[in-house]
Nanobody
Framework: QVQLVESGGGLVQAGGSLRLSCAAI????????MGWFRQAPGKEREFVAGINWGGGSTYYADSVKGRFTISRDNAEKMVYLQMNSLKPEDTAGYSC?????????????????WGQGTQVTVSS
């Protein structure tokens, strides 16, 4: 089992940057594929980025490709989302999620554990 705690959200102007962090509490963090998802008011939760366990391959939604970078530090049990060139449409609640020993997925129902989320607001 793993518990996830996000931090790093906030208010930023368009074009700015934020780095989100997700701390994992659990013994086998390196065995989890990690994902970042977001949900804007009135919209469904959507996949943002994923990083596989093992080799650490990364995947991105088309809407964030080239602007966001996901990374992980297995020793520190952390996963990060570096967000650059932020746009107002990136405004959402961002959550990290963990999937045990499976490759990344865009489907929310395929993740086993979720954090509470952190709010990102991008002003125009």
């Amino acid at each position: 089992q793993v518990q996830l705690v996000e931090s790093g959200g906030g208010l930023v102007q368009a074009g700015g940057s934020l780095r989100l962090s997700c701390a994992a509490i659990g013994r086998t963090f390196s065995s989890y594929t990690m994902g970042w998802f977001r949900q804007a008011p009135g919209k469904e939760r959507e996949f943002v980025a994923g990083i596989n366990w093992g080799g650490g391959s990364t995947y991105y939604a088309d809407s964030v490709k080239g602007r966001f970078t996901i990374s992980r530090d297995n020793a520190e049990k952390m996963v990060y989302l570096q967000m650059n060139s932020l746009k107002p449409e990136d405004t959402a609640g961002y959550s990290c999620a963990a999937r045990y020993r499976s490759l990344w997925s865009m489907r929310t129902d395929e993740y086993d554990y979720w954090g509470q989320g952190t709010q990102v607001t991008v002003s125009s």
